[in-house]
């Protein structure tokens, strides 16, 4: 169910020992703008799933979506060699019934992209990957199938686990996303908790992590200090990488969004310390009962907080010291969407045929597992986040408008987000907002580009590379378009069809089958089920015991 199935082993043996170190897949993640030379690109196969790259790929006639927020224009026919767009050629129907098809661009490879609609591949800046048995290829293909060609993953099998799987797929030895890991302070270095602690030694951690290899730096355990945080957010820019800061409940009163922010984090995910910034005390209101280690009582008061808030001072102090310090927003919606309506996140069409056994076993309510606090969860949880969500996007909305960035990410797998589902699915919250469709394809692609220090991806353009989904139907009039089933509409008959999604992901150059990825999803999940009684599926925790 990936590439490595279609090498020999000695190809394999001589794939991972030619990975490389992290530093060579970062460096080579920083290609220049030339595409390669024809004769140094090797097509590959990966049987029937994908191919490429090429050393002349040809997508005709296809509606752009450029990235930077701009509408569709074309038709194009675009040329791809290597791993890289060198040509976008504007095509006139008229001029071309007059003159034939024979000056039109040719290539190794055709593809008809008529009535289709080509985006940038989108950047997932934090998702998971989780552990086993739940396949890699699983995450890899639901991800591809939907779009997604860059994600920052978190190393749920280990730092050393994850560079592994980002250089194989650097050098497209797999087929999955490209990956820029993410880790915490001090990750490929020797020193003691102690010593990262100390803010003087921030330069010489930062220098080593870069010199490792490390893009993302995830700041989680380091807002017990406003000296730190800061320490850390300089040190890390002044080398090259990014810092992402997941505001845990239990530090806010220290250092909240607006602290964070202007403290120079590169981007703050999810939720929190948003309403704690606009708190009319420095805490919000904990039930005596709470403490951070229970996951119930954590998430329940991450929902309440946002009755608590002042909100005209959210909407304006708040906001505007957050595009002032020049932060990025990165909201990962989905992953809290089964907060305000748990029966509906259980129930999602794609859970039978789609979503792996195991992670549906995580998501069901047992404190043994992160995100699976489900249990005593009220109608008064669901009506405080349904709040939450409300004026959370208010807060997203007017953020973005005053010139805020605003990322994507889905932090899928975790709490009923199935990835590339999820992938979809986050578009469609942050459009709730009141975001315009282009600006949160924006979000996707331009935005995540910019955000993780990538000139060279989010935008169709010569000399961008060549990571592309081709969808059908127009993904800024329907974002349902996306998902792997696509969705209603009419053609130009007044037929009732269903769209096929994103037929293909490109990624360096190499063209995915997006059905045949989907064929084996649909294979894994299957075997996941296996002796599963249909009830166990979905619905088990759910019911009464028997």
């Not at 845990?248 to 403290?263: E, F, K, M, W």
Request: hydrophobic share 40%.
């Amino acid at each position: 169910m990936n590439m490595i199935r279609h090498l020999s082993l000695p190809a394999l043996a001589l794939a991972l020992l030619a990975a490389g170190t992290p530093a060579d897949a970062q460096s080579r993640n920083r290609a220049t703008t030339a595409a390669p030379a024809r004769d140094t690109v090797v097509t590959r196969t990966y049987g029937d799933l994908a191919a490429g790259p090429y050393k002349r790929l040809v997508i005709r006639n296809a509606m752009v979506i450029p990235g930077h927020g701009g509408p569709p224009a074309g038709p194009y026919d675009i040329v791809i060699e290597g791993n890289m767009i060198t040509e976008m050629i504007p095509f006139d129907p008229v001029a071309a019934e007059r003159r034939g098809n024979s000056d039109r661009p040719t290539g190794d490879r055709v593809i008809d992209a008529t009535g289709k609609f080509v985006m940038p591949g989108m950047i997932d800046l934090h998702a998971h990957i989780r552990t086993q048995p739940m396949e890699l290829e699983y995450v890899y293909y639901l991800k591809l199938a939907h779009g997604t060609t860059t994600m920052v993953n978190a190393s749920d099998r280990s730092a050393d686990s994850s560079y592994a799987q980002a250089r194989l797929s650097a050098r497209n030895e797999i087929l999955a996303p490209r990956m820029f890991p993410l880790v915490g302070w001090g990750t490929f270095t020797k020193f003691s908790r102690i010593e990262l602690d100390d803010p003087a030694n921030a330069p010489e951690v930062a220098k080593q992590m870069a010199a490792a290899g490390v893009r993302v730096i995830s700041m989680d355990s380091n807002g017990w200090s406003r000296e730190i945080i800061g320490a850390i957010a300089s040190a890390a820019k002044a080398n090259g990488m990014i810092t992402s800061f997941h505001i845990p409940p239990s530090t806010i009163a220290v250092a909240n969004a607006v602290d964070a922010a202007c403290l120079g984090v590169t981007m703050i995910e999810h939720h929190y310390g948003y309403a704690e910034s606009a708190l009319d005390r420095s805490t919000q209101d904990f039930e005596r009962t709470y403490t951070f280690g229970d996951e119930n009582a954590r998430f329940r008061a991450a929902g309440r907080v946002w009755t608590e808030t002042n909100k005209e001072k959210l909407l304006t102090t708040v906001v505007d010291s957050l595009v002032k310090c020049g932060v990025t927003m990165l909201p990962t919606r989905v992953v809290y969407e089964a907060n305000r309506d748990v029966i509906r996140a259980t129930s999602l069409p794609w859970h039978g045929k789609y979503t792996h056994q195991a992670l549906l076993n995580w998501n069901y309510p047992n404190p043994a597992y992160h995100g699976s606090y489900h249990f005593d969860w009220t109608s008064d949880d669901e009506a405080n986040w349904n709040l939450a969500y409300a004026l959370w996007g208010q807060l997203i909305f007017e953020f973005n408008k005053r010139g805020g960035r605003v990322a994507f990410g889905t932090d899928d797998n975790y709490i009923w987000a199935t990835p590339g589902f999820g992938t979809v699915r986050e578009l469609q919250l942050l459009r709730e907002t009141g975001m315009h469709s282009l600006e949160v394809l924006r979000s996707a692609t331009r935005n995540s580009a910019e955000t993780l220090l990538e000139p060279k991806l989010g935008l169709v353009r010569p000399g961008y590379k060549a990571d592309l989904a081709i969808v059908d139907g127009n993904p800024a009039a329907n974002l349902k378009f996306m998902y792997a089933f696509g969705d209603l509409t009419l053609d130009k008959d007044g037929k009732m069809v269903r769209t096929t999604g994103v037929v293909h992901t490109i990624k360096d150059g190499i063209v995915m089958e997006n059905a045949n990825l989907m064929r084996e999803v649909e294979a894994m999940v299957r075997k996941s089920k296996a002796g599963v009684s249909p009830v166990n599926v979905i619905s088990r925790p759910f019911l009464p015991a028997p």
